[in-house]
């Protein structure tokens, strides 16, 4: 074979081999260059996809949150309002058995003997005083005076207002007389004497009551109008009618003379036991014209002469003697019965 041909045939193989070797070198590059980029682009896409993930997370972190305070929010306030609701009622319960213990004077064991009994009051010097004795609570003690300092009105209230020359005053003095056994016109006699001057009217001619005006002065003395019956009644020389068409009393406008003989009562003693109140009295007939007193026991004979209404105590023991039961309802006194001691 030629050398030239050998030379050729070489050559040709060897450009083969150098294209193989350049190809593969090319392919070799551009696998890397491919290759890389690739890699570069997947980190570049990577972290962008973790960004757009961390904000979608981020975002729905945030509307839980929103939701779940919002939420939190509107039970702790129904908590709250529950809770005060709660507290109001409890509060209210414990005023009000607060008051009902207050109400059955379950109280009372705190304070001191003397204002259980209301015998406490608050000496004039100690305002000037000072230290412990400043506000010193004296006690009182209930005797006669203090009594009728108090609830002496109650016997002027309860003072019938009759001639001593009539029946009727008899018929009370005479004996034991309760509220429930005693006449209507007795008890109406008491009840007009309490009446104030603007439910009486009076003209030349007459002296008119309203029904009601009586009704209501008749409860508020005896506590109530269970024994109330409206009928005809005396006062003093006065003759009340009773108008049941138009429910008033009328009586003519007279003017009373003064009478000879006239009912002397005073206060002998005054004190309380439980809740009735009793007033002591001395009572007597006094005969001016004679200067005589005489007892509801014998009203023929004096039972003692030459003497002034102003004797009356100084001869008490051996005139008439009374005692007057009030009963305490609710801190007010009604008058009960009337009793002949003597």
């Known amino acids: 074979m030629p050398k030239s041909e050998i030379s050729k045939k070489d050559e040709e193989i060897l450009k083969k081999e150098i294209v193989k070797e350049l ?16 890699v570069e682009n997947t980190e570049k896409y990577k972290e962008g996809l973790k960004e757009e993930i961390r904000e979608d997370v981020n975002n729905e972190v945030e509307d839980l949150v929103k939701k779940e305070e919002k939420r939190l929010l509107k039970g ?10 709660v507290i109001l009622v409890f509060f209210g319960l414990i005023l009000y058995f607060g008051y009902c213990l207050y109400d ?36 009182v003690v209930k005797d006669k005076d203090w009594y009728i300092k108090n609830y002496g009105d109650l016997l002027d209230k309860t003072k019938l207002t009759l001639s001593a020359d009539s029946v009727s005053a008899y018929y009370l003095y005479s004996t034991d007389r309760r509220v429930n056994e005693m006449k209507s016109s007795i008890l ?21 009551v309203e029904g009601n005006d009586l009704k209501e002065a008749f409860e ?45 009562e005073e206060i002998d003693d005054m004190y309380e036991e439980g809740d009735v109140l009793y007033i002591i009295t001395n009572a007597t007939i006094y005969n001016e014209s004679e200067s005589s007193f005489y007892t509801f026991d014998n009203l023929y004979e004096p039972a003692f002469m030459d ?17 007057y039961q009030f009963k305490k309802v609710e801190d007010t006194y009604y008058l009960d019965s009337i009793i002949k001691l003597k």
């Open 188 to 208: 109406l006699n008491l009840a007009y004497n309490t009446l104030s001057s603007k439910s009486i009217k009076t003209n030349s001619v007459s002296i008119t």
């Open 23 to 38: 190809k593969e070198k090319v392919l070799s590059e551009v696998e890397k260059e491919i290759k890389t980029s690739i």
């Open 104 to 139: 059955v004077k379950y109280f009372d064991f705190m304070k001191s003997e003397c204002e259980r009994n209301g015998n406490c009051y608050v000496g004039e010097n100690n305002n000037n005083n000072e230290g412990e004795n400043k506000n010193q609570v004296q006690e």
């Open 76 to 85: 702790k306030n129904a908590a709250i309002f529950k809770r005060d609701v």
């Open 307 to 323: 003497v002034t209404e102003n004797d009356l105590s100084v001869h008490a023991r051996n005139l008439n003697r009374y005692q």
């Open 220 to 264: 508020k003395l005896f506590g109530s109008t269970v024994n109330y019956k409206p009928t005809s009644f005396n006062y003093n020389c006065l003759s009340f009618k009773y108008s049941q068409d138009k429910d008033r009393y009328t009586a003519d406008n007279e003017k009373c003379s003064t009478a000879n003989n006239k009912i002397l």
